[in-house]
């Protein structure tokens, strides 16, 4: 039910992203702090679903030895190089999804994608709801911004340090998040 709840979360954040923005005067996509901030959001969400496999059905979780280590079939929706990309590209650059593939061990085995096998995080006490966000430095179609996320009810935040790049014919996608 958890994987429910992730998925209409994620679903909630790709529709806000989507429709967050106007275009400014080279229409090009705005960005501003505020839409910075959802395609963060997005993004996070996007990550824990990858890093969970995705949202399995019903008896389709596969687990596998190589190399000495357990691995797992990623879900039916991510267990392809082109799913995959093309879900993750929606908040990333090519870049960044080639770095987030080759930094989580995602390998091709059997004609399928699968990832080592880890524990099940903790649940993040990040308030991305509530996160501000910060212009830093804009040049061409290149921004970054410093997010500021508060942490469960500590009162604290955790920072991050965000860059963003205007894709043509796709808008502004992530290409570091902290990093």
Known sequence: MV?????????????????????????RTALTPKS?????TAWVEMENIVMAGGL??????????????????LAGH?????????EIRKFVTKKKAKRFIRKNGIIKYEKKLAQPETEDEEESLLIWEIATAREMKSKGRKMTFELTVPIGDTRTAEKF???????????????????
Request: charged residues 30%; positive net charge; aromatic residues 14%.
């Open 78 to 86: 991510l267990d392809s190089k082109k799913k995959l990309n093309a």
């Open 3 to 27: 994987n429910k709840r992730k998925y209409v979360a994620f679903i909630l954040m790709l529709v806000i992203v989507l429709s967050a923005c106007g275009k400014d005067s080279t229409n």
């Open 56 to 73: 399995y059905k019903e008896s389709e979780y596969t687990t596998f030895m190589h190399k000495h280590l357990n691995y797992r079939y």
């Open 161 to 179: 340090t965000v860059n963003y790049i205007y894709v043509k014919k796709a808008g502004w996608r992530i290409d570091k998040f902290n990093e």
């Open 36 to 40: 910075a901030i959802e395609l963060a």
